[in-house]
């Protein structure tokens, strides 16, 4: 129950973080869009990914860290939302959120993660759920997307 706690104060803290950053003259985010075509028959597909992130300041030194990412991808009649929410002392991920819509058809699901990364609670309307593997394994890569953009 605690730590379920922690995460919803988590996110509700980050979702008034970007609220405040959209509204600052200068933004602490990185916003990458991408137009692709995967294939030559293939419809064209956007997908926008939103990077989060604030100055921690250790002993000696300051560091960005990633505290929330959105990706977003459509194309035709399909849509995806996606977010994934960090520990604030580390890039862990400790909840993540994915909404998939097709042919008016939607879906969602839910993972929250304890302090060993472990999923601790799984929800979702739809038939196959899992374990939150794909998401740890998503969120690393996004974390370590971030790291190479923010290298300087």
């Known amino acids: 129950a605690e730590r379920m706690k922690f995460i919803r104060e988590t996110y509700a803290q980050a979702k008034q973080k970007i609220e405040l950053d959209k509204q600052a003259g200068l933004p602490r985010n990185i916003q990458v869009t991408i137009h692709d075509q995967r294939f030559e028959v293939s419809p064209p597909v956007t997908r926008e990914i939103n990077y989060y992130f ?50 008016g058809e939607e ?28 998401e740890k394994m998503a969120a690393k890569d996004y974390v370590d997307t971030f790291r190479k953009l923010i290298c300087e």
């Open 107 to 134: 879906r969602e699901w839910r993972y929250y993660f304890n302090e060993n990364r472990k999923c601790i609670e799984a929800k979702s309307e739809a038939e196959e759920i899992g374990d939150g593997l794909s």
């Open 54 to 103: 604030e100055d921690v300041m250790g002993q000696d030194t300051s560091e960005k860290h990633c505290y929330f990412v959105s990706d977003h991808t459509s194309f035709m009649g399909f849509d995806r939302y996606c977010e994934y929410l960090f520990d604030t002392k580390s890039h862990d991920l400790i909840f993540s959120y994915d909404r998939g819509c097709e042919e």
